[in-house]
C-alpha cells in the first residue's frame, strides 16, 4: 500500500514535499538539528520528479502567526491537511534527532498532506557513532521512505533530440583484475630497535618509542607485520606521543591513532580505545625476530567518484604513490555493491581534467566545481561529482563493496566485522 501511494504522487509530476525543521531532542542543540535537516533536504533534491519546501521557504509562505499555529500541531491529522494545503504540497516530512547516553535516535516521518496520516517511516538507533554517522545514515533513510525502486524514470526526451544514456549493466559481482594492495618485504632490518605492545588477543604493534612522526609503526599478528602510513602526531619528551595512521574506513585522525600517555599504551579505532601493554623483552625479541616485515600493503587511491540520478556509480581509482607505474588507472561502475570493472582503451589525465575511454562509453572528470559526464552515442548523461573526503572514503571502502574481502592490513582491521 506504501508504494502505491508514493508511486502515485511522484507518477503524477512533480512532488512538492515541505520539510519541517526535525524537532531537537535530549541533548542535541537546535543548530545540529537544524544542520541535519539541511542534509536530509539535499538528500532529497538527488530524488528526480521531487521538489523540496525548506524551513527558509515555507517562512516566507507564511506569516508568522500562521507559523505558529500550523507547526506546533504536528501530531493533529486535520492541522496537517490544513498545513499541506497552505503551502500546497502533497507531503510533509518531519522528525526527530536526539542523544541519549552513547545513542543517536533519529526519527524521519513522511505525511500524506492530504490525509493527514504518515504514510512511511524510518528509524535508526546509532550506539557509539559520530555526527558523521548520522550524516551517513540518512541517504538509506531517505530511500526508506520513498521507496527508492519507485521512484520513475525520467519523461523521454523531445522527438529529434537523443534520450539520456544510463550508465552500463552492472554485474552481479565485484571482480578486480588486480588486487588493491600487495605484500612486499620491508627494505633494511629495523627489528633491534622496535618496542612490541599487544592487545592480549593475538594482535600486535611494533615501533621505536619517542622517535617523532618519522619512526615505522607495523600492526600484525605475531608472524607478519605490515608498516603503517603515518598521517600526523606529536610528542612531548618520554611522558607522550601519538600517531595518526591511514585507514579510510574513520574520518577522523583521532579515530585512528596510537597513543602513549600516562604511561600507557592505547589503540583508538572510531570511539573504541583498546589497551595495548608491553611484551616482556623475553618474549618480544625471540617474536620480532622471527617476524616477516612488510611494506604498507594497500597501493590503491580513488582518483574519481561521480553518480547518476539511477543510483550508478562511476569510479576510478589508480596508484596510491605517484612513482607507482606498475598499476594504471581503472574505472569500475555500477549501483552499490556491485560495480564492475570496465577495460579501458586510454586514459588521459591534464589541466582539463581526466579522460576515461573504454568500449562501453567515455568517462570525463573536469576540474573542480564541475559536472562529470557519462557519454556514449547515445548521447550524454551529467553525473554528481563527489569532492572527495572523509565520509566519501568511508563510502569507497564501506557501501560500495568495491574492495570488499581485501585486508587493507591497518592497526584497526581486527576490529572492524
Not at 406 to 417: F, G, I, S, V
Amino acid at each position: 500500500m506504501l508504494g502505491l501511494l508514493v508511486a502515485s504522487a511522484l507518477a503524477a509530476g512533480e512532488a512538492k514535499i515541505a520539510v519541517m525543521t526535525l524537532e531537537a531532542g535530549e541533548g542535541v542543540p537546535e543548530k545540529t538539528a537544524s544542520a541535519i535537516t539541511e542534509a536530509v533536504i539535499a538528500e532529497l533534491r538527488r530524488l528526480p520528479n521531487v521538489r523540496a519546501v525548506t524551513p527558509a521557504e515555507i517562512a516566507t509562505l507564511l506569516s508568522f502567526e500562521r507559523q505558529r499555529q500550523l507547526l506546533s500541531c504536528k501530531e493533529d491529522a486535520s492541522c496537517m491537511v490544513e498545513l499541506g494545503a497552505a503551502l500546497g504540497v502533497s507531503r510533509l516530512l518531519m522528525g526527530s534527532v536526539a542523544k541519549l547516553g552513547r545513542s543517536w535516535l533519529v526519527h524521519l516521518k513522511l505525511i500524506d498532506a492530504e490525509k493527514g496520516a504518515a504514510v512511511a517511516q524510518s528509524d535508526r538507533r546509532l550506539k557509539d557513532k559520530s555526527i558523521d554517522d548520522v550524516l551517513d545514515s540518512l541517504p538509506a533513510m531517505v530511500a526508506e521512505l520513498f521507496g527508492k525502486s519507485l521512484i520513475p524514470p525520467e519523461p523521454p526526451s523531445a522527438v529529434g533530440t537523443a534520450p539520456p544514456t544510463q550508465g552500463p549493466a552492472p554485474a552481479t559481482s565485484v571482480s578486480p583484475r588486480e588486487p588493491g594492495g600487495v605484500d612486499e618485504p620491508y627494505p633494511g632490518d629495523v627489528r633491534p630497535k622496535l618496542a612490541l605492545v599487544h592487545d592480549g588477543k593475538g594482535h600486535y604493534l611494533a615501533f621505536t618509542p619517542y622517535a617523532g612522526l618519522e619512526t615505522p609503526l607495523f600492526a600484525g599478528d605475531g608472524e607478519s607485520f605490515w608498516e603503517q602510513r603515518i598521517g600526523g602526531g606529536g610528542a612531548q619528551g618520554d611522558t607522550q606521543f601519538d600517531l595518526v595512521f591511514w585507514d579510510p574506513r574513520f574520518p577522523a585522525g583521532y579515530q585512528r591513532s596510537f597513543d602513549f600517555k600516562e604511561g600507557k599504551y592505547t589503540l583508538q579505532c572510531g570511539e573504541a580505545v583498546y589497551p595495548y601493554p608491553p611484551v616482556p623483552q623475553k618474549a618480544a625479541v625471540p617474536l620480532l625476530k622471527k617476524a616477516k616485515l612488510f611494506k604498507p600493503r594497500w597501493r590503491r587511491s580513488v582518483q574519481a567518484l561521480a553518480r547518476d540520478d539511477a543510483g550508478t556509480y562511476y569510479l576510478v581509482d589508480g596508484p596510491r604513490e605517484e612513482k607507482d607505474e606498475s598499476r594504471k588507472l581503472r574505472l569500475f561502475v555500477g549501483p552499490r555493491g556491485r560495480l564492475r570493472e570496465l577495460p579501458l582503451d586510454d586514459s588521459i589525465q591534464d589541466a582539463k581534467g581526466l579522460l576515461l575511454l573504454s568500449a562501453e562509453g567515455r568517462l570525463r572528470v573536469p576540474p573542480r566545481g564541475e559536472h562529470a559526464e557519462w557519454i556514449t552515442p547515445g548521447g550524454k548523461l551529467e553525473l554528481s561529482n563527489f569532492e572527495l573526503g572523509p565520509r566519501e572514503a568511508k563510502l569507497v571502502y564501506g557501501e560500495l563493496g568495491l574492495y570488499k574481502g581485501e585486508p587493507l592490513r591497518t592497526a584497526c582491521d581486527p576490529y572492524l566485522p
